[in-house]
Nanobody
């Protein structure tokens, strides 16, 4: 099993930046990819992007491409979501997720964090 804890959420002005962190614990050796999702009330959960835990490979949704960057620190079992040029529509609860069942970056994912609120003021 893998446990995930997100941190770094908060309130930020439109056009600003924020970095989210996701710390993994447990059977981290089984992790194949780590991803980020976001969700607002009444809206389907959106896959923001992901990164392979070993080797290279990233994916970004069109809505965040060019503004968000996913990175990882394998030795620390931590992934990051750097968010730049934030917009009001980026406001959501952001969830960290991990995958151990397959190598692909795209969903589905197997483990989930509790979520962290990101609010972008206009």
């Amino acid at each position: 099993q893998v446990q995930l804890v997100e941190s770094g959420g908060g309130l930020v002005q439109a056009g600003g930046s924020l970095r989210l962190s996701c710390a993994a614990s447990g059977r981290t050796s089984s992790m194949l990819a780590m991803g980020w999702f976001r969700q607002t009330p009444g809206k389907e959960r959106e896959f923001v992007g992901g990164i392979r835990w070993g080797g290279r490979g990233t994916y970004y949704a069109d809505s965040v491409k060019g503004r968000f960057t996913i990175s990882r620190a394998n030795a620390k079992n931590t992934a990051f979501l750097q968010m730049n040029s934030l917009k009001a529509e980026d406001t959501a609860v952001y969830y960290c997720a991990a995958k151990s069942s397959e190598m692909t970056i795209i969903p589905p994912y197997d483990y989930w964090g509790q979520g962290t609120q990101v609010t972008v003021s206009s």
